[in-house]
């Protein structure tokens, strides 16, 4: 254990390509750093202009992760939070948007005395200040401040969008003590030629790239296929000036958890230790547990297949917290995971299909889950192939879980099929929401209509159980409410909640008003369940998120 009187900062920079995992990489440094104690929290930094990631496609950037403050931010915060089990809030996403939106205001409330205002210092100075403050923020759900801050900055070193943020971090080695911060850079080693070649050349540049801005990495991490071979480390270590064990291999593993073990195995954890001051090794029984965790990942034999009905166009980073959510759950369940990705629109049967195989396989495939799963959402593509599967879980008796939107398909479905409310649907769904007749679900009055940008109803938000016993409320241990975080615009009908309860599809968690449907669990199925808000976010490796356990508890057979 240590006593830590500075914060000690861990900066990690990539190169060559983007997707390389640094996100992955920071968060295991993180990992590493826990184990021997320290008190770890994190900040990502995105180069782009958006002020965040709510008004982000989640198609071209992945999923926007939900933060408890409402924070909509990049996905790379998931991994910290679950990692690191820490709860982080919107600052802990730096983007230029923020910093610019900072400078500009304080410009005009003539903050700067007459000065110039200039990207640097005025930009660079924001941003190691904005660093310097958040990076004290306590985020593990104690009152204490972090002992050290991994800082993950996004794009790749070169981009022209991230130099100001290279040159503040640069400058920021000197604010804090260049014996406080360890410079880590990602790299990619790729393959060449008939007998397969690890290539430096990549790697060589990047680095040069680097250090010529004024950074230089204490260690290097190279993606790659296969281990580094010792010889490509050695001559990697004579060209980026580091020792050869500061070359660290992140080739291929058999699951995300093996990574953290992998850079212990290479010492990694010492390297740290000794480049920010702090001795070496540490508790065990930590990392132990990760190593445990990371080994029965790799041995469940029998599978559990959960039909994931959605949009999809080939990005499942859009999904990423669900994914994440599914696969805690069924690591207690001991069952290896089995995601079979359906598109909805191939489920709508009110269509003429152009590829009719599409239709009969996408049906196939969900009749063979063994759990249903109707995740987030927006816009009324592939609505009705979303109901059809609600509509065939629920007269089949196979579990269901409906996230957000996957409640209100469910709550549709029920309107329509149930209480006999023809045409029933969301005021999302339809080009003219005054003239549609029956509406399941509404636009929430509070919301705005003109802006988009962190308008929503966002983060973490109390929800009464207002039932004495249900599968949901046994699965959540019996607390009388729930914290979790949502983004949503539409509700169910408030006028219509009597109706719908009256024949079994019950509400079983309200908010504080009595008024908002909050989580749905139907009366006679084994397990059909969804929730307005977004239990995947708050689901940790070892604490699996409760709607998600119970999917999988049923899927695979257990009785809630
Ligand atoms: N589109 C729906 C709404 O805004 C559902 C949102 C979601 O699934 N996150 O209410």
């Not at 205001?105 to 110039?116: A, C, N, P, S, V």
Request: proline content about 5%.
């Amino acid at each position: 254990m240590y006593f830590v009187v500075v914060m000690k900062y861990v900066i990690v920079t990539g190169g060559v390509l983007s997707g390389l995992g640094k996100g992955i990489t920071a968060s295991s440094i993180g990992v590493l750093m826990k184990s021997v104690g320290l008190r770890v929290t994190s900040i990502k930094i995105d180069p782009y202009l958006n002020s965040d990631a709510g008004t982000m496609s989640p198609f071209e950037h992945g999923e926007v992760f939900v933060l408890d403050d409402g924070g909509e931010v990049d996905l790379d915060l998931g991994n910290y939070e679950r990692f690191l089990d820490v709860s982080l809030t919107k600052d802990h996403n730096i983007t230029t948007g923020k910093v610019y939106s900072s400078v500009i205001e304080r410009e005009r409330r003539g903050d700067y005395l007459g000065k110039t205002v200039q990207v640097i210092p005025h930009i660079t100075d924001e941003i190691q200040d904005w660093i310097e403050r958040v990076s004290t923020i306590p985020t593990d759900g104690g009152n204490e401040s972090p002992d050290a801050c991994v800082i993950e900055l996004g794009g790749t070193v070169g981009d022209i969008e991230s130099s100001p943020f290279i040159e503040a971090l640069r400058q920021f080695q000197f604010r804090v003590g260049r014996q406080n911060v360890c410079f880590v850079h990602v790299s990619l080693v790729p393959v060449m030629g008939p007998v397969g070649e690890q290539k430096t050349k990549p790697t060589q540049h990047t680095v040069k790239e680097l250090r010529g801005l004024g950074i230089t990495p204490d260690l290097i991490v190279c993606r790659s296929k296969e281990p580094l071979q010792q010889e490509i480390k050695q001559k990697l270590a004579a060209f980026c000036h580091v020792e050869p064990r500061a070359v660290i291999s992140a080739h291929d593993v058999s699951n995300l958890y093996q990574i953290p073990i992998s850079f212990e195995k290479q010492g990694v954890r010492a390297m740290i230790a000794d480049c920010i001051g702090l001795g070496m090794s540490g508790d065990d029984k930590y990392l132990e547990d990760w190593r445990n965790m990371a080994d029965r990942v790799d041995e469940f034999q029998e599978e559990v297949r959960i039909a994931m009905v959605g949009k999809y166009t080939g990005l499942s980073d859009s999904y990423l917290s669900v994914i994440k959510a599914l696969q805690h759950s069924s690591i207690a369940v001991n069952r290896r995971l089995v995601i079979d990705w359906i598109e909805s629109t191939d489920l709508d049967s009110s269509i003429k299909h152009t590829d009719g195989d599409a239709h009969r396989k996408a049906w196939e495939t969900l009749k063979l889950a063994d759990g249903i799963l109707v995740p987030g959402g927006f816009g009324n593509r592939g609505v009705e192939g979303k109901i059809e599967a609600a509509r065939y879980a629920r007269e089949s008796r196979v579990p269901y879980l409906g996230i957000c939107l996957g409640l209100q398909i469910a709550t549709i479905e029920f309107c329509r099929n149930e209480l006999g409310l023809r045409g029933a649907n969301s005021e999302e769904f339809v080009d003219n929401p005054d003239s549609l007749e029956n509406k399941a679900v509404v636009f929430m009055p509070e919301i705005s209509k003109t802006h988009m940008g962190g308008t929503m109803r966002l983060g973490a938000k109390v929800t009464p159980f207002v039932i004495e016993d249900c599968k949901i409320k046994r699965l959540y241990g019996n607390p009388s409410e729930v914290s979790e975080r949502h983004r949503h615009r539409y509700e169910v009908n408030p006028e219509l909640i009597e109706e719908i309860e009256a024949k079994g599809m019950i509400y079983v968690g309200k908010d504080e008003t009595g008024q908002r449907c909050e989580i749905m669990e139907l009366k006679d199925h084994p397990y059909y369940v969804g929730t307005q808000y977004h239990p995947e976010f708050k689901s940790r490796p070892g604490r699996p998120s409760p709607p998600f356990l119970g999917l999988l508890k049923a899927a695979v057979g257990e009785v809630l």
